[in-house]
């Protein structure tokens, strides 16, 4: 089944990505690595020397910490330089952006802002109101990741963007918060930030939510509609990759692609036959080794459904 671009204005090669994507439909699988701003392509990079491979999807993201951290927001014109090296050897984009608290200025800690717990009410209602000294923060702050993601556009490079991701958990400060005035709104008031004021009309929009758990509660009560969301995706770490999660989160896409935006633990081909709906994986930086033995990377990689990097009819 093929969808049109939520965004009207989509270039012609982010409508040709997502329709790659879609038509993918369960048969086969693209690979993916996420790196750390300051490594770049490290992980990508190690992933091919593991398997012999290049993984498909390369993913980054823009970081929020001090000069000279993994995450320091120093290299976020080294991330996007990468992205276009990337792009031109033949990788798929995918960005992401561990947001700053808009209470707040960066750069920051890991702890002490992004995973700082939920804003109180009243900072996230002024977050949702023009004119409050909350949301005009917001507006510089993601601003700032336009003029960025503006370089991929006019470099004419698709994005797999997944802002604001594992939304349904309660340890990201934008997370937990269900119904119309939660969550929803906030991805609603970037995309139309993002489409509407910046154009930024190379973005495949990806609503990537965790696979529930104690601490993460059901997809749907967080979705913000089919009218924004290209491709709905589900972060797995510890192996739980329980089938209901698939079949929830592809029974709320009724029909768009579904992908694992971050896994730490990869799944196996068995998983893959029994959860056939997923377009991608992504491991998430030293997971790769850390959570993987080599084998078991080789094995997955080798797996006939698989596409990597440079892999015919992708």
């Not at 701003?37 to 980054?60: H, K, M, N, V």
């Not at 906030?186 to 139309?192: C, G, K, V």
């Not at 592809?250 to 081909?269: C, M, Q």
Request: proline share 6%; glycine share 8%.
């Amino acid at each position: 089944m093929t969808f049109l671009p939520v965004n009207p204005n989509s270039t012609p090669a982010a409508r040709h990505l997502l329709d790659r994507i879609s038509a993918l439909g369960g048969e086969r699988v693209l690979s993916g690595q996420h790196n750390t701003p300051r490594e770049l392509s490290f992980y990508s990079d190690q992933a091919e020397e593991i398997t012999g491979s290049y993984p498909a999807i390369w993913g980054q993201d823009f970081g929020f910490s001090e000069v000279g951290d993994m995450d320091g927001i120093n290299f976020r014109q080294a991330v996007i330089d990468e992205a276009k090296k990337q792009h031109a050897a033949g990788s798929i984009i995918t960005l992401m952006w561990h947001a700053v608290r808009p209470t707040e200025e960066e750069p920051v800690t890991f702890l002490d802002s992004i995973c700082n717990g939920m804003l109180d009410q009243h900072d996230w209602d002024d977050l949702l109101t023009e004119g409050t000294q909350i949301h005009s923060r917001w507006l510089r702050q993601v601003d700032v990741i336009a003029a960025f993601l503006a370089q991929l556009r006019d470099a004419d490079i698709p994005v797999l963007w997944r802002p604001y991701h594992e939304l349904n958990g309660d340890w990201f400060w934008w997370g937990g918060r269900e119904g119309p005035r939660g969550y929803a709104a906030l991805y609603r008031q970037l995309y139309e930030r993002f489409v509407s004021v910046h154009h930024l009309d190379n973005l495949v929009w990806v609503w990537n939510t965790n696979a529930p758990r104690s601490d993460a509660a059901p997809y749907s009560g967080f979705y913000p509609g089919h009218d924004v969301v290209d491709i709905l995706a589900a972060d797995v770490y510890a192996n739980d990759y329980l089938q209901s999660h698939h079949d929830e989160l592809r029974d709320l896409a009724e029909g768009r692609p579904i992908a694992l935006g971050e896994v730490g633990v990869l799944p196996t081909p068995e998983i893959l036959d029994s959860q056939s709906g997923w377009a991608w994986f992504m491991t998430w930086t030293t997971f790769l080794t850390q959570e993987n033995e080599p084998d078991a990377v080789r094995r997955l990689f080798a797996d006939p459904r698989m596409l990597h990097r440079g892999s015919e009819n992708r």
